[in-house]
């Protein structure tokens, strides 16, 4: 049942216009508005913002309740209340607007999946860079009016040392292909000194060239940029086009190269030297505490990757990278390794050789690791059993991912009683055992499919064994995709 405040409130944003307000009252009338669909309130509400930011997801919840929710009509009216409030003159602005920055990171890819009709980040990253155009055609008119901003805004730098005027910074992620390279491109380019100006925070660029991924990074604001995120088939020669110009971003917190093909199992001088020029410039970034080379080839090299890096990495991404026991031993032995609060090792044959040195790396790491994943890593029961004391050493573990290795039944419940006493453990995502694994024939070929009561039955002693437990933090499940893991950098 709504409370009386929620009930005031929806009462008011049903009115048009609406009445003045005073500023205390406008996130709780923004929260319902949004939530009710009033795309006219929250374009009147937005125009009149009594505060210096306004933070979208955080005024309307959880990325659970955006999901639920279909919102581009009003995330569409947030927009153009922010265009409204540019187009007022600055003294009619200055008296009743603070606003100076809309932060709209941290939305979801699609917040309400399987809606047509559901806000995704193509959406309004899209709607910032018409709007954003659309605003800097009456640059002349700011430029006229001088450059008085409203109280409270401080003006954030920009790429160029053009005066500023007053406007809104637009705290944004993006997400860039060649669909929508062309006008994310030309609205950073266009409103860099603009009345509306895009502020890159994440970035996650693929399936566009080197060259062009140049540009872009050469079109955003050095002093956002927080994590840079590129998938493509560069190789070592695309990732040395590229990597110089990072160093002109000293926020840079997470760079993850994914699928880049990087491959440098067979050493050459050039080789050699290129991975040099990668460790360079990967050295040149103060800020780096997560990196992933996920896919990348780099059997007995990944010492001269992150050898010139300056601070400890917190987060280690080497997903099938083909590693070899001697890269486990380097890291184990690496200043990296009691810093590490998150370790993805997914897709290596840990039973060949590198049990071991596994097994130093996690003792290493285990007064920092909170995310650890194993994921393909073909483990059997004894690996495990092998593994477990030095699991239990992790104290402050959260995430444990063990999906797509060979376990049975017998270990996995063996796995949850001990767990029990890690207390920050709170999602495991386990294999479906193998015993609940039948053997069929399909003419001449035989294979194993699931039997899905074997699977029901499994499934309800796991939560029998939780529910017994009394921790219903935690979650044990069999499904990747169920939920999501904790983001490192909220962990």
């Keep these: 049942m709504d409370s009386l405040l929620l009930l005031c409130a929806r009462h ?33 509400l937005v125009a009149t913002w009594p505060f210096p930011e306004l933070h979208l997801q955080q005024l309307v919840g959880h990325r659970k ?64 860079a018409k709007a954003c155009m659309e605003v800097s055609k009456h640059q002349p008119e ?38 929508s390279y062309e006008i994310l491109c030309n609205a950073l380019q266009t409103g860099a000194t603009g009345p509306l100006r895009l502020k890159c925070r994440e970035l996650q660029a693929g399936y566009i060239s ?38 002109r971003f000293p926020e840079l917190r997470s760079l993850k190269l994914k699928y880049s093909n990087v491959d440098v199992r067979h050493l050459t001088p050039e080789l050699a030297n290129g991975m040099h020029c990668v460790a360079r410039h990967l050295g040149m970034l103060p800020s780096l505490r997560e990196l992933s080379l996920g896919s990348s080839q780099l059997s007995g090299n990944l010492h001269q990757i992150l050898c010139d890096l300056k601070d400890r990495l917190e987060s280690l991404e080497l997903a099938f990278c083909s590693l070899l026991p001697a890269d486990l031993t380097f890291l184990s032995q690496n200043f990296h390794a009691p810093a590490l609060k998150r370790l993805d090792l997914s897709g290596h044959n840990i039973p060949q050789g590198l049990l071991e040195p596994l097994q130093l790396l996690l ?16 483990l059997a029961d004894s690996h495990l059993e092998a593994l477990l004391p030095t699991f239990l050493r992790c104290s402050r573990l959260r995430f444990l991912g063990l999906y797509g290795n060979s376990l049975s039944t017998a270990v996995l419940k063996n796995l949850l009683q001990k767990t ?39 499934t309800a002693e796991i939560s029998q064994l939780l529910a017994n437990s009394g921790r219903t933090d935690l979650v044990w499940t069999d499904n990747p995709d169920s939920h999501e893991a904790p983001d490192y950098f909220s962990l």
């Design 12 to 44: 008011i944003v049903a009115q048009h216009p609406l009445p003045t307000l005073p500023s205390h009252l406008y996130p709780v009338l923004f929260q319902v508005a949004f939530l009710d669909g009033r795309s006219l309130a929250l374009r009147d």
């Design 65 to 128: 309740l955006l999901r639920d929710h279909s919102c581009t009509d009003c995330v569409q009216a947030v927009i153009q209340g922010v265009v409204d409030q540019l187009q007022q003159e600055p003294e009619e602005r200055s008296r009743h607007s603070s606003l100076c920055v809309l932060n709209m990171t941290r939305l979801s890819d699609s917040v309400a999946a399987g809606t047509p009709t559901g806000l995704t980040i193509w959406f309004s990253q899209n709607a910032l």
């Design 142 to 179: 700011f430029q006229r009016h001088g450059s008085k901003r409203p109280k409270g805004c401080s003006g954030a730098a920009t790429a160029t040392a053009a005066p500023q005027h007053p406007g809104v910074d637009v705290h944004t992620d993006l997400r860039v292909n060649e669909m």
């Design 210 to 247: 080197a060259s062009e991924i140049v540009t872009l990074l050469e079109s955003l604001d050095p002093s956002c940029l927080r994590t840079v995120e590129l998938w493509n088939n560069w190789g070592l020669t695309g990732l040395l086009v590229i990597l110089p110009h990072l160093s």
């Design 363 to 378: 003792e290493e790491s285990s007064a920092s690791l909170l995310h650890l994943e194993l994921t393909d890593c073909h």
């Design 420 to 458: 029990l006493e890690l207390p920050d453990l709170h999602l495991v995502v386990y294999p479906i055992p193998k015993d609940c694994y039948r053997l069929e024939l399909w003419g001449s070929v035989q294979g194993l499919i699931e039997d899905e009561d074997l699977v029901t039955v499994t």
